[in-house]
C-alpha cells in the first residue's frame, strides 16, 4: 500500500513542480548557470601571454557544428573572438578557425603537429565528438583519439579546451552522444584541463525556455542566436580559467 | 560427455515407464527449481519497475528522469530487465528442461527468441517511419551536421537488410538484439548449469573477464560495435539463472549476514556520492583523483564491473528488506507495476515505441515540461492498461484454451 502513495505523491509533485509551458516569443538572456562554467583547471599560458601583454592567438579546430555555413562572422569562434575583445580591451585578440567536417577525433589528430608549427596558438580550441558519435566509434579509441590529441597540442605549446557536442534533441533517438560525453570528460579530466560543456548549456538552454532546440525552423536566425550566447559563454569561460577576471587580475 | 548428451537428447516423452528415471535425473542433477505454481511477484514488480524506468529514460530528459535509478548511482534499469529476465527464462526453461528434455526445452526458447525478434523488427519499422519524417522535414542550420546521421536512407536497401541482420540498430533499440543473443545462448548455459551451475557461472565470468582483456565485441553496420555488449553482458543473465535454479538459496547465508548488508549501504552510498558530483561539481573536491583516474569512465557497453557490483549491492538490500511474502506485492496498488513486468516483452516494445512517440509530439507541439510530465504519466498509464488487456486476453478471453494459458503466462515471463 504505502509504496505506491508514495509514488504517487512523487508524480503529483512532478507535476505540480514542473514550470508552466514557456511562452516561446520573449527572448531570454541564454545566461548560464556557474556551475556549468566553473572549472578548476587553468589556462597558464593564456594568463601568462595576457599579463606580459603579449597578442592572445587563439586557434578553434572543429568540426560543421563550429560553423555556419555562409555565415561564419557569426559562428561562435568569432563571437568569442569578439566577447574577449569587449571585456579585455589592452588585448589583441587574434582567432583562427580550422574547420573539418566528418573528420574523427582518431583522423584529426595526425595532422594536429603541422596545424601547430604554422600557427603557434597560445590556446587552442578543440571541439570534437559529433562525428565519432555519428559513426559510433569504439569509446575507448574515442578516449584514447582525444587523450592523444590533447597531448600534441600542449607539446606543441598551447593550452587547451576541449568543447563537447551540441545538444540536438531532434537527433537525440538516432546519435547516442553519452559515451562520447563521458569519455571526453575522462580525458579533461586527465590532463587537467577546461571542458566547456556545450551539450549540458545547450541543454539547459533548452529546458529553461531560452531557445526552442526542437524548432524545425528552416532559417538560420536561431543558429546565430545560439552562436552568439555560445560564443558570449565561452568567453567568460576563458577568461575565468585564465584568472582574467576583474577580481583576479591584481 | 556422449552419455549426458544422449541423455539429454532422448526427452522423457515414453509415460508412466519413465517416470522413475525421470525423478532420478532431476534429484541427481545439481539444480533446484522453487515448487511449482509460486510466482514470484518481487520479479514482477522490479521488472515492471525497470520497463517504466526504461521507458522514461528514453524520453528526452524531463523532471521525472530525476526518479529513475541512474541519477543515484552506477547501475541503471537495464541490469534489473537483464538480471530478471536471466532469472525467469531460466525459470521457466529449466523445468522445461527437467520435465521435457533438452530438444523440447530449446524449441521452445527458439519460439521466443524468434518473437523478440519479430517484435524488434517491427519496432525497427515505426522507428524508419519517424526518421524519414524527420529528414524529409527538418532543416535547421544548427544541426547540419548531426543530420548526416540520416545519409543512410539514401541506401534503404542495404540499411534494412543490415537492420533484419540486428547489425544496423538505431539508439534505444539495443536492448532486444541483447536479448536475442542471451535467449540463443540459454540452451548451452542450462545444459551446462545442470551439470554444474557453479562452473557454470564461473566460465561465466571468465568470458566476462576475457571479453575486458582482449577487447572483444560485436560489430555493427555501417560502423561501431553493439551498444551492449553481449559477451558482457551474459554475465548478468547466467548470474540471474544461477540464482534462479538455486544459487540464490545457496547464497541466503551469505546475504542475511549484516557484514554483508553494511558493504552493500557503504557502496550504494559511495556511488551515490560519485553520482552527486556529476551535477554538483563543486563536490568532486573531495573526490581523489586517483580514485576519478581509475574509476573513469564507467562502461555502459561491457557492464563496468562498478555497475555490475552496484547492481549486486542493490540486489542484496532489497532482498533483505523486502521479503518474499511482503502483503504489499499483493496490494492493489502496485498491481500495475506487477502486471507490466507479467507481460514485459509486449510492454517492453510499447514503451519503446511510446518513448518514439513521445519525442515526436515533443517536438511538434515545442513541448513545455508541463506537456513532458503528461506524456511521461500517459505513456506509463498506457502501458498499464496494455498490461491489462493483455493480462485479460490471457485469463478470461483466451479461457477456452485453457491448458494452454498457464503455460503461456510463465513463458511469458521468459
Known amino acids: 500500500m504505502k509504496p505506491g502513495l508514495i509514488l504517487g505523491a512523487l508524480w503529483l509533485a512532478a507535476i505540480a513542480a514542473a514550470p508552466p509551458a514557456r511562452a516561446d516569443d520573449a527572448p531570454k538572456a541564454c545566461d548560464v548557470p556557474d556551475n556549468l562554467l566553473s572549472t578548476e583547471s587553468v589556462l597558464p599560458r593564456v594568463a601568462d601571454a595576457v599579463k606580459a601583454g603579449r597578442t592572445l592567438d587563439i586557434l578553434v579546430i572543429g568540426s560543421r557544428s563550429s560553423t555556419i555555413t555562409s555565415a561564419e562572422a557569426s559562428a561562435y569562434p568569432a563571437r568569442l573572438q569578439a566577447n574577449l575583445k569587449d571585456r579585455l580591451p589592452q588585448v589583441t585578440v587574434n582567432l583562427a578557425t580550422e574547420i573539418q567536417p566528418r573528420t574523427s577525433s582518431e583522423e584529426a589528430v595526425p595532422g594536429f603537429v603541422k596545424l601547430m608549427e604554422g600557427k603557434k596558438p597560445t590556446l587552442v580550441i578543440w571541439q570534437t565528438g559529433t562525428v565519432d558519435a555519428m559513426r559510433s566509434v569504439d569509446p575507448d579509441d574515442f578516449r584514447n583519439a582525444v587523450d592523444a590529441g590533447v597531448v600534441a597540442l600542449q607539446e606543441a605549446g598551447a593550452d587547451v579546451i576541449l568543447i563537447n557536442p551540441q545538444y540536438s534533441p531532434r537527433t537525440e533517438t538516432m546519435i547516442s552522444v553519452t559515451p562520447y560525453l563521458d569519455n571526453m570528460r575522462a580525458v579533461a579530466q586527465g590532463h587537467d584541463i577546461p571542458l566547456f560543456d556545450r551539450f549540458a548549456i545547450m541543454h539547459q538552454w533548452n529546458d529553461e525556455g531560452d531557445f526552442d532546440l526542437f524548432s524545425a525552423a528552416h532559417g538560420i536566425d536561431l543558429a546565430k542566436r545560439v552562436h552568439d550566447c555560445l560564443g558570449r559563454a565561452l568567453s567568460k569561460f576563458v577568461i575565468d580559467a585564465a584568472h582574467l577576471g576583474p577580481a583576479q587580475q591584481n | 560427455m556422449t552419455s549426458i548428451a544422449d ?206 582483456e582482449f577487447d572483444l565485441y560485436f560489430t555493427s553496420y555501417p560502423n561501431g560495435f553493439w551498444a551492449f555488449n553481449p559477451l558482457a553482458w551474459q554475465l548478468l543473465f547466467v548470474f540471474g539463472a544461477w540464482c534462479a535454479l538455486g544459487g540464490a538459496r545457496r547464497m541466503s547465508h551469505m546475504l542475511s549476514s549484516p557484514i554483508t548488508l553494511w558493504v552493500c549501504i557503504a557502496y550504494l552510498a559511495f556511488s551515490f556520492y560519485v553520482t552527486l558530483t556529476w551535477y554538483v561539481p563543486q563536490l568532486s ?48 496498488w502496485l498491481r500495475p507495476l506487477v502486471l507490466c513486468g507479467q507481460h514485459s516483452l509486449e510492454i517492453f516494445c510499447l514503451g519503446v515505441f511510446l518513448a518514439f512517440a513521445g519525442h515526436f509530439i515533443l517536438a511538434e507541439i515545442g513541448g513545455g515540461a508541463a506537456l513532458h510530465a503528461l506524456i511521461s504519466l500517459s505513456g506509463i498509464l498506457i502501458m498499464c492498461g496494455v498490461a491489462w488487456v493483455i493480462s485479460w486476453y490471457k485469463h478470461v478471453a483466451d479461457k477456452s484454451g485453457a491448458k494452454k494459458a498457464a503455460n503461456a503466462d510463465l513463458a511469458g515471463g521468459g
Open chain 2, 7 to 212: 541423455q539429454v537428447a532422448s526427452p522423457p516423452i515414453a509415460g508412466p515407464a519413465d517416470q522413475p528415471a525421470k525423478a532420478a535425473r532431476s534429484a541427481a542433477s545439481a539444480i533446484t527449481l522453487p515448487a511449482v505454481g509460486e510466482r514470484e511477484l518481487r520479479l514482477d514488480l522490479f521488472r515492471g519497475l525497470a520497463l517504466w524506468l526504461i521507458f522514461i529514460d528514453h524520453l528526452p530528459p524531463s523532471l521525472l528522469t530525476w526518479f529513475t535509478l541512474r541519477n543515484y548511482g552506477f547501475s541503471d534499469a537495464t541490469e534489473i530487465f537483464i538480471f530478471i529476465s536471466g532469472y525467469t527464462a531460466a525459470f521457466v526453461y529449466g523445468r522445461a528442461l527437467l520435465e521435457s528434455g533438452f530438444v523440447v526445452a530449446t524449441a521452445r526458447i527458439l519460439r521466443r527468441a524468434w518473437q523478440i525478434y519479430v517484435a524488434h523488427v517491427f519496432l525497427f519499422t515505426i522507428f524508419l517511419a519517424e526518421i524519414s519524417y524527420v529528414a524529409t522535414s527538418f532543416e535547421n542550420p544548427l544541426y547540419s551536421e548531426e543530420m548526416g546521421i540520416m545519409d543512410f536512407l539514401k541506401q534503404p536497401d542495404v540499411t534494412i537488410v543490415q537492420a533484419l541482420l540486428l547489425r544496423f540498430r538505431p539508439v534505444n533499440m539495443d536492448v532486444l538484439p541483447l536479448y536475442i543473443v542471451l535467449m540463443l545462448s540459454l540452451p548451452l548455459i542450462l545444459f551446462l548449469m545442470r551439470w554444474r551451475p557453479d562452473v557454470t557461472l564461473g566460465l561465466s565470468a571468465l568470458l566476462y573477464a576475457v571479453t575486458w
Open chain 2, 285 to 332: 573536491v573531495l573526490m581523489p583523483r586517483v580514485i576519478e583516474h581509475w574509476m573513469y569512465p564507467i562502461d555502459k557497453t561491457d557492464l563496468d564491473v562498478l555497475r555490475f557490483a552496484h547492481f549486486l549491492a542493490l540486489a542484496a538490500v532489497t532482498v533483505r528488506f523486502l521479503p518474499k511474502s511482503w502483503a504489499g506485492l499483493k496490494s492493489p
